[in-house]
């Protein structure tokens, strides 16, 4: 290791090898992408339902976890895309990880979105009577 205080000249500090200098900073993209995913989990927070909630409520919470859901499946596929580039075999190109993410968390948002749709119908019909036009003709009494 050289003394620096011996030294009255600049060390010239090694460069990039030979064919690596496009190469990006290592977890550039990762921490990008994790910085956008936790923003995102903050601009979006859920209102509580209340206990004795309208239809409305229902749906603003199945938007509020589709678009949840769409946030954890960027984040997850830029991870497991990140990871594929970096590994030295094809393990992870071939398991197909990001097609398998992107249909598993489809298929558990339209679980989600679908079953609070349903809550939020069942609630419409059952105080507004089936009719169309909702609250403002709304149900008297028990």
């Known amino acids: 290791m050289i003394d620096r205080r011996a030294t ?4 010239e500090a090694p460069g990039p090898a030979a064919g690596t200098h496009d190469r990006r900073l290592p977890g550039s993209d990762i921490a990008k992408a994790h910085a956008d995913f936790v923003m ?3 601009a979006r927070k859920p ?6 909630p309208a239809p409305e409520d229902f ?5 509020c976890c589709e678009a949840l859901l769409d946030r954890v499946k960027d984040h997850l596929t830029a991870l497991i895309e990140e990871a594929a580039e970096s590994e030295p075999g ?9 097609a398998a993410i992107d249909a598993h968390l489809g298929d558990l948002k339209s679980d989600i979105t679908g079953t609070l749709e349903q809550v939020a119908e069942r609630i419409r019909d059952d105080r507004y009577d089936g009719c169309a036009r909702g609250p403002f003709y709304r ?4």
């Open 59 to 63: 749906t603003a919470r199945a938007i």
């Open 139 to 142: 149900r008297r009494g028990p």
């Open 47 to 52: 209102i509580a339902i209340a206990l004795d």
């Open 8 to 11: 009255e000249t600049l060390v």
């Open 90 to 98: 094809r393990i992870i190109a071939d398991a197909e990880l990001a």
């Open 40 to 42: 995102a989990l903050a």
